[in-house]
């Protein structure tokens, strides 16, 4: 079996790639620590198979709400609001992180989503 994590990205936001990196960054971290505590045999999985990320993409805070309300109930999943310091509005939910998980699993959900 083949683990994953999954990084979604707002893309109405039109954040700079500094900024986007930083988001993305949040998400895979916040995520991986919800998956520890879910789920660490997944972690490991995952850490042996080379700790596998992809980026992708949505363009409306809808589409992610809705992503992510989908999604949390079966695989860890972490929802980024940005601090407001510097280029977005303060509370902004920018991107979210989906597991370490299987990559079956996930792509149940992001199959239709394109690479940022």
Known sequence: MEFKQVIV???DLKMQKGKTAAQASHASVEALEKTKIKF???VEEWKQTGTQKVVLKVSSE???LELFESIKKEIPTAL???AGRTQIASGSKTCIGIGPGPENLINKYTKNL???
Do not use: A, V
């Open 9 to 11: 990205i707002r893309t």
């Open 40 to 42: 660490p045999e997944w």
């Open 62 to 64: 809808k589409e992610l």
């Open 80 to 82: 980024i609001r940005d």
């Open 114 to 116: 394109k690479l940022l």
